[in-house]
């Protein structure tokens, strides 16, 4: 499987976008790019999910890079409750598996 | 959508026991999946549940220490057996309701053994 490489922490301010980026420089033709959130002491939910088209959905955008070597995603304005770790993951048309790398720890700050 | 209900939510349990873990959803699926997040890590892979046949494992992972059980498409059981402290973690089901489409978790089991 393609590999992500993700910030291990960012934090934002409340009410601020947030920029969480993901570079995936393996990626292949048919790799789509995962976006799942784990807030604490919960099971991971779906964010939004692309591939190769920017996407927008009631949660959040994502931005991918023309040669898809990297992605984006954007919370447009974050909130306390968008505290979580976020996961890019990559994974091949026609493969359900979802492999979970080490993600990114979104702290905000009120 | 699916809505999964896992059970027990946690348990603390003896080494050399076994716990089953239960994973209901509302609806039919084609895909269950089992993770594994032990303290402060990600999530990792047990194995594939498939309907009507023997589940997939991944490496590391194997039938005699997580047997799995996927008696229909909206039910699964996740066994940890002869358990030692290094099994103390979070285990989570989750469910692909169509191809290619997005996961939804269950809000897993606290696992300690003592």
């Known amino acids: 499987d393609a590999k992500t490489t993700q910030p291990n922490s960012m934090e934002s301010n409340e009410e601020e976008p947030v920029h969480l980026p993901c570079n995936h420089s393996?990626?292949?033709?048919?790799?789509?790019i995962h976006w799942y959130r784990q807030l604490p002491s919960q099971g991971p939910e779906y964010v939004i999910h692309g591939l190769t088209s920017n996407v927008n959905n009631r949660m959040a955008s994502l931005a991918i890079a023309e040669d898809r070597k990297s992605s984006t995603l954007i919370l447009h304005r974050a909130t306390l409750r968008d505290a979580a770790v976020y996961y890019c993951i990559l994974s091949n048309f026609g493969n359900e598996k979802l492999t979970f790398g080490t993600g990114t720890r979104l702290t905000i700050i009120p | 959508s699916a809505v999964i209900s896992q059970k027990p939510s946690r348990d603390i349990c003896q080494r050399g026991t076994s716990l089953t873990i239960q994973c209901q959803v509302d609806s039919q699926v084609t895909m269950m999946f089992w993770y594994r997040q032990q303290p402060g890590q990600s999530l990792t892979l047990i194995a594939t549940?498939?309907?009507?046949?023997?589940?997939?494992?991944e490496s590391g992972f194997v039938i005699d220490k997580f047997p799995i059980s996927r008696p229909n498409l909206t039910f699964s059981t996740l066994t940890v057996s002869n358990m030692s402290p290094e099994d103390s973690s979070i285990y989570l089901c989750?469910?692909?309701?169509?191809?290619?489409?997005?996961?939804?978790f269950g809000s897993g089991t606290q696992l300690s053994v003592l």
């Open positions: 989750s469910v692909e309701t169509g191809f290619n489409e997005k996961l939804f």
């Open positions: 393996t990626i292949s033709g048919t790799d789509y």
């Open positions: 549940a498939n309907q009507g046949s023997e589940a997939t494992y």
